[in-house]
T-cell receptor, first 116, second 113 residues
Framework: DTGVSQDPRHKITKRGQNVTFRCDPI?????LYWYRQTLGQGPEFLTY????????KSRLLSDRFSAERPKGSFSTLEIQRTEQGDSAMYLC??????????????FGPGTRLLVL | AQTVTQSQPEMSVQEAETVTLSCTYD???????LFWYKQPPSRQMILVIR??????QNATENRFSVNFQKAAKSFSLKISDSQLGDAAMYFC??????????FGQGTRLTINP
């Protein structure tokens, strides 16, 4: 098991362009979470999936943001018409089917987005 | 809404000494979980230690231990025998059930050799 992976690790784009990030969770983890972390701050929750169902969305997730997990495995996060305020680290995490005190969320390395 | 507050933006400690990082949280729930995560520079976040709110006994993981005060809604992390590899951002986090994590602002820990 190689852990949670994210691609790309870094992305530089111009304001107004669309970007898409991918997250591959740990195999057999059915829950997948997206967080956003701005410089010097803690991660903030964006959305999460159980299998392919998107169960919760933060109000931080404006209508320019969309996330999918079509087959309950990998997930994509798309940002349309990027703005400079979207510059941040986008973190993905996954957790197993049964959340017990012994289980928690395992984080990927993140995708760092810079909007010029 | 639940909130998590870390009042120490930065802390430093001499190698081999002990340091305590503070965290307070606000919730009206009685059953929840608390975590400390470590985020080394340019590396991914990893779990350091967890605490279940229903347990009175403080969690311990090798050199890491917590002081959980449920009534005061306080959850501090103590690192004993600090090592250079402990240098990182430390985040306190709250979770209720199988839901999202709510993070504090983080504390940057520096280890002085």
């Amino acid at each position: 098991d190689t852990g949670v992976s994210q691609d790309p690790r870094h992305k530089i784009t111009k304001r107004g362009q669309n970007v898409t990030f991918r997250c591959d969770p740990i195999s057999e983890h059915n829950r997948l979470y997206w967080y956003r972390q701005t410089l010097g701050q803690g991660p903030e929750f964006l959305t999460y999936f159980q299998n392919e169902a998107q169960l919760e969305k933060s109000r931080l997730l404006s209508d320019r943001f969309s996330a999918e997990r079509p087959k309950g495995s990998f997930s994509t996060l798309e940002i349309q018409r990027t703005e400079q305020g979207d510059s941040a680290m986008y973190l993905c995490a996954s957790s197993p089917r049964v959340i017990t005190p012994q289980e928690t969320q395992y984080f990927g390395p993140g995708t760092r987005l810079l909007v010029l | 809404a639940q909130t998590v507050t870390q009042s120490q933006p930065e802390m430093s400690v001499q190698e081999a000494e002990t340091v305590t990082l503070s965290c307070t949280y606000d919730t009206s729930e009685s059953d929840y979980y608390l975590f400390w995560y470590k985020q080394p520079p340019s590396r991914q976040m990893i779990l350091v230690i967890r605490q279940e709110a229903y347990k009175q006994q403080n969690a311990t993981e090798n050199r890491f231990s917590v002081n959980f005060q449920k009534a005061a809604k306080s959850f501090s992390l103590k690192i004993s025998d600090s090592q250079l590899g402990d240098a990182a951002m430390y985040f306190c986090a709250y979770r209720q059930g199988a839901q999202k994590l709510v993070f504090g602002q983080g504390t940057r820990l520096t280890i002085n050799p």
